[in-house]
C-alpha cells in the first residue's frame, strides 16, 4: 500500500515538475519574442518623416502596394474604429463605424492622391454603379500580366459582417475607380490576414489563426500554437490547405518569377521560402527566424528579388496600442524593418540586413514597408493598421 502510494507521489510530483518547467520556457519565450521590457532608439530613420496626419483619408493605411512599372502606390485605408471589429472579434465594439466603407487610394512619388472608388455592374442596366457590398479592407495584392498590362487585378481581404473572404476587382491604369468582378468565401478561409495574387482569378490567402473568438485567439497567440495556415484558391474555384502548422500565419508575397512565395509566421517568429506546386501546395525551401522581432507583413523589391518585411519589437505594446489609440493611449511600441535577401542555396537561407528602427513616434506599429521607386527617386513607404498617417522614408 505504502509502494503504490510512494510512487502515486512521485508521478503527481514528476507531472508538476513537468508542467512547471514548460510553463517556465513558454514565459520566457514569449518573453523574448514580445519583446516586453526593451526600449529601441532610432537608426536610421533621419530621412524618414510622417504624412498624412493632415488628410483624412490617411488613417488605418495596413498595406501597401506598389505597381514597379509605373511606381505608382496603392493604400488599403479606412475609418480605424471599424476596424476594431476584426481586430478584436466577438468583442463588445459599436458598430456606428460600419456606415463607410473602406478604401483605396493611390499616391504617386510626389504624394499626390486619388481615392479609386470601388464600383459594380448593375445586373439590370449593365451601368457601373458604386459597389453595394460591405469593404472593410485587411491585406491585398496587386497583380498584372502580359496580356493587358494596363489593367490591375486587385485582390482584397475583406472583412465583412457576414463573414470575410476576398473581393476581387479590376482597375484600369488611369482611371479612378476599380470594379468589383466577384467575392469568394469558404470555411477554410475563417480567419484571412492577407492575401498573394498569383493569376487574374488564382491566389494563396494566410489564415493567422484557428479561432475565431477573442480569448481563445489571445490563448493561441500567447502560447505560440501553430495553427495558421495558407489557402489556395485555384483555376477550378475550389478552396485547399497549400501549407499548415504557421505560428500565426501573418503577411505573405510572390517572388517577380512566381517561382516562390514567402510567408511571415509571427508567433515563431519566422519568415519561410514555399516552392508552389502544380496542384497549388506549398514545399517549405527555407526558413529563418527571429530574435526580439516580430514579423507582419512582406513585400517584394522586383529589381532585386529582395524582401522587405516589417514587424514589431515591443508587441506587448503594440497590442496596448492598437486597443486604447482611439481614447488616446501612452504606448508608443517600436517598429523595425529588416531586408531579406534569398541566398543562392537554400541551405543557407536568407542574408539579413537591418534596414531601420524606430522608437514608437515615427509611426507606432508599423505593419507595412514598400520600396517605390520611380526614375532616380526611391523611398520606402510605412503603414500601420491603426495610424492616423503614415511614415516616408527617403532613400
Known amino acids: 500500500m505504502t ?65 514597379p512599372r509605373t511606381g505608382f502606390a496603392y493604400l488599403a485605408c479606412g475609418n480605424r474604429a471599424a476596424r476594431m471589429r476584426w481586430l478584436y ?19 504617386d512619388e510626389n504624394n499626390n492622391l486619388e481615392l479609386l472608388q470601388p464600383m459594380e455592374l448593375d445586373s439590370g442596366t449593365g451601368k457601373l454603379v458604386p459597389f453595394s457590398q460591405e469593404l ?18 486587385f485582390m482584397i481581404v475583406n472583412h465583412q459582417q457576414s463573414g470575410s473572404g476576398i473581393s476581387i ?46 480569448i481563445m485567439r489571445r490563448i493561441e497567440i500567447f502560447f505560440g500554437m501553430a495553427w495558421g495556415h495558407v489557402v489556395y484558391f485555384g483555376h477550378e474555384g475550389m478552396f485547399s490547405v497549400a501549407a499548415d ?20 509566421a ?17 514545399e517549405l525551401v527555407r526558413k529563418t527566424f527571429f530574435k526580439g522581432f516580430v514579423p507582419d507583413n512582406i513585400s517584394v523589391d522586383t529589381a532585386t528579388g529582395q524582401l522587405l518585411v516589417a514587424g514589431f519589437l515591443n508587441t506587448m505594446e503594440m497590442f496596448r496600442y492598437n486597443h486604447e489609440v482611439l481614447q488616446g493611449t501612452s504606448a508608443r511600441p517600436a517598429s523595425a524593418v529588416r531586408r531579406l535577401q534569398p541566398l543562392p542555396h537554400p541551405h543557407a537561407g536568407f542574408y539579413e540586413e537591418r ?6 513616434t515615427l509611426l507606432p506599429s508599423t505593419t507595412m514597408a514598400t520600396l517605390q521607386r520611380k526614375g532616380v527617386k526611391q523611398r520606402i513607404l510605412l503603414g500601420a493598421v491603426m495610424a492616423d498617417h503614415i511614415a516616408i522614408c527617403d532613400m
Open 169 to 214: 476587382f479590376r482597375h484600369r491604369i488611369g482611371t479612378r475607380y476599380i470594379q468589383h468582378v466577384k467575392t469568394v468565401k469558404s470555411p477554410l478561409l475563417h480567419s484571412p490576414n492577407d492575401v498573394v495574387a498569383t493569376s487574374r482569378s488564382t491566389f494563396y490567402a494566410t489564415n493567422d489563426m484557428r479561432s475565431t473568438y477573442s
Open 89 to 107: 472579434p466577438n468583442s463588445k465594439k459599436a458598430h456606428a463605424f460600419e456606415v463607410q466603407n473602406d478604401y483605396i487610394l493611390l499616391m
Open 355 to 360: 534596414v531601420l528602427t524606430h522608437d514608437g
Open 245 to 264: 502548422k504557421i505560428a500565426y500565419a501573418n503577411g505573405i508575397a510572390r517572388s517577380a518569377d512566381g517561382n516562390s512565395i514567402f510567408v511571415s
Open 3 to 67: 509502494s503504490h502510494y510512494q510512487k502515486g507521489v512521485f508521478i503527481q510530483f514528476a507531472l508538476a515538475l513537468l508542467c512547471i518547467t514548460y510553463a517556465y520556457f513558454t514565459i520566457n519565450h514569449r518573453v523574448e519574442v514580445y519583446g516586453i521590457g526593451t526600449t529601441h532608439a532610432n537608426i536610421n530613420t533621419t530621412s524618414c518623416y510622417q504624412h498624412g496626419k493632415d488628410i483624412e483619408e490617411i488613417q488605418g493605411c495596413e498595406s501597401i502596394q506598389v505597381d
Open 266 to 282: 509571427s508567433s515563431e517568429p519566422s519568415v519561410s521560402e514555399f516552392r508552389p506546386t502544380n496542384a497549388g501546395a506549398l
Open 136 to 153: 472593410r479592407v485587411h491585406g491585398f495584392d496587386i497583380y498584372w500580366d502580359s496580356l493587358d498590362p494596363t489593367e490591375l487585378t
